[in-house]
């Protein structure tokens, strides 16, 4: 079992970065893939990127490709989400999570969720 909680999430200008930190519990996190979902009001959740369970692999949703970098660092339990040249459609409460179950984009196979946390992008 594992237990996330995201943070830095804030306000942010359009082009601007802000950088989300995972925090993880569990001596197998490493065991994990992980990934980031965004949920925009009145939408659904949505994949961002995920990360296989050494860190070497990675996979984007289209629209974010070039501007965001999914990172993990196994010995701090941690994962990572660097965002730049933001716009105002990248604001959403953005979720980290976790699966045993491979490098997907599909929620399902994701079983541990954080809380969230909100960024928000002015224009």
């Known amino acids: 079992q594992v237990q996330l909680v995201e943070s830095g999430g804030g306000l942010v200008q359009a082009g601007g970065s802000l950088r989300l930190s995972c925090a993880a519990s569990?001596?197998?996190?490493?065991?994990?893939?992980v990934a980031w979902f965004r949920q925009a009001p009145g939408k659904e959740r949505a994949f961002v990127a995920a990360?296989?369970?050494?860190?070497?692999?990675?996979y984007y949703t289209n629209s974010v490709k070039g501007r965001f970098t999914i990172s993990r660092d196994n010995a701090q339990n941690t994962v990572y989400l660097q965002m730049n040249s933001l716009k105002p459609e990248d604001t959403a409460v953005y979720y980290c999570?976790?699966?045993?179950?491979?490098?997907?984009?599909?929620?399902?196979?994701?079983?541990?969720w954080g809380q969230g946390t909100q960024v928000t992008v002015s224009s």
């Open positions: 990360l296989i369970k050494s860190g070497d692999r990675t």
């Open positions: 569990g001596r197998t996190f490493s065991t994990y893939y």
């Open positions: 999570a976790a699966s045993q179950k491979g490098l997907t984009s599909d929620i399902s196979y994701y079983d541990y």
